[in-house]
């Protein structure tokens, strides 16, 4: 896995969905690594790292609100965003109590997911580095020219110490 992209898991049992959104996030910087189930997931951020996690709600065997308790409760620094097309407002308020970054809805805007993404991986090295938002903020005017490429870039640099 490389170092200097962002991580992410993603968690979907549709097939033709984990292909398409994988190269879109791929051309975009990030390493990605997909399952289908939930069980998968738990395996796979057992056996790397991940910065985040992006997980579908509706599974068959685990699902994603079982999928997020646990990943949330083996990995403290991961960040998961729920994405669904059977979301309900009380199970975005479940999921947001379970420790769950961001709930959207499918079908999904790539610009709409990649904020949300962008967002999840600044709240990550916030946590990660004891940051609070004044701080991150004038960090990242030092160099943001204002595409989510450069924003991950900057991220990675400064959760990395660079």
């Not at 947001?96 to 949300?116: F, H, I, N, V």
């Amino acid at each position: 896995m490389q170092t200097d992209k962002i991580n992410i898991l993603i968690v979907d049992d549709e097939e033709q969905f984990l292909s398409s959104i994988s190269r879109s996030l791929e051309v975009r910087d990030f390493n990605v690594v997909t399952v289908n189930r939930g069980e998968k997931a738990i395996d796979a951020a057992r056996s790397q790292p991940f910065d985040i996690a992006l997980v579908d709600l509706k599974m068959p065997g685990m699902d994603g609100e079982e999928t997020l308790k646990a990943l949330k409760k083996e990995h403290k620094w991961l960040e998961v965003v729920i994405l669904t097309g059977h979301g309900t407002i009380d199970s975005a308020a479940e999921c947001t109590r379970s420790g769950a970054y961001s709930y959207l809805q499918k079908p999904c805007e790539l610009d709409q997911l990649l904020k949300a993404l962008t967002s999840a991986y600044k709240k990550k090295v916030m946590n990660k580095k004891k940051m609070d938002d004044r701080k991150m903020d004038q960090l990242m005017k030092i160099s943001i020219t204002g595409s989510p490429r450069d924003i991950l870039r900057k991220l990675r640099e400064i959760e990395k110490g660079n």
